[in-house]
T-cell receptor
Framework: NAGVTQTPKFRVLKTGQSMTLLCAQD?????MYWYRQDPGMGLRLIHY???????AKGEVPDGYNVSRLKKQNFLLGLESAAPSQTSVYFC???????????FGPGTRLTVL | DQQVKQNSPSLSVQEGRISILNCDYTNSMFDYFLWYKKYPAEGPTFLIS?????DKNEDGRFTVFLNKSAKHLSLHIVPSQPGDSAVYFCAASAEGNQFYFGTGTSLTVIP
């Protein structure tokens, strides 16, 4: 039981490049989330999903897109990376509402 | 606008003593609260939760207190251990899913 995994762990991009971050969970959770963590800012919600095929915007969605084609996977895409997107990205999953969220180990992204 | 605030960036406590971490929120619709612990280069790990129908929840050495009128919650760790040294985040939700996180408090437990 791997829990929540994230791929890749580290990535360096140049401004304007695109990439996709993959989150996978093996707990059959309905809800999945993408957060970013910046120094002094805590974790901020980017996008989330309440089930396969659904996505919704969080607190800071601009510049990101997501897809949830399979229940176990939640993808975060950056179409044209900007230095302001340099951050640590965390994925989380949740079985149902009013339960704890389980987090992945994070992806450290640097945009030059 | 930060809806969840942790006003103490850091806290140092002697081993064996009580650690008290505080969290304030502004949204009166928040009804579910979580505390997470985070080590460097790892994802946050769930510690304890509380819903707004309670004012206290205990799990071993960890107790969370909720004061709805003051929009304040606190995490008590008794006794504190060196392994508790980490960053602690509180999080709040109005519908049990979208969570707003505080900026974290770095706890150091001194042996």
């Amino acid at each position: 039981n791997a829990g929540v995994t994230q791929t890749p762990k580290f990535r360096v991009l140049k401004t304007g490049q695109s990439m996709t971050l993959l989150c996978a969970q093996d707990m059959n959770h309905e809800y999945m989330y993408w957060y970013r963590q910046d120094p002094g800012m805590g974790l901020r919600l980017i996008h989330y999903s309440v089930g396969e095929g659904t996505t919704a915007k969080g607190e800071v969605p601009d510049g990101y897109n997501v897809s949830r084609l399979k229940k176990q996977n939640f993808l975060l895409g950056l179409e044209s990376a900007a230095p302001s997107q340099t951050s640590v990205y965390f994925c989380a999953s949740q079985w149902t509402i009013y339960n704890e969220q389980f987090f992945g180990p994070g992806t450290r992204l640097t945009v030059l | 606008d930060q809806q969840v605030k942790q006003n103490s960036p850091s806290l140092s406590v002697q081993e064996g003593r009580i650690s008290i971490l505080n969290c304030d929120y502004t949204n009166s619709m928040f009804d579910y609260f979580l505390w997470y612990k985070k080590y460097p280069a790892e994802g946050p790990t769930f510690l304890i939760s509380i819903s707004s129908i309670k004012d206290k929840n205990e799990d071993g050495r960890f107790t969370v207190f909720l004061n709805k009128s003051a929009k304040h919650l606190s995490l008590h760790i008794v006794p504190s251990q060196p392994g508790d040294s980490a960053v602690y985040f509180c999080a709040a939700s109005a519908e049990g899913n979208q969570f707003y996180f505080g900026t974290g408090t770095s706890l150091t437990v001194i042996p």
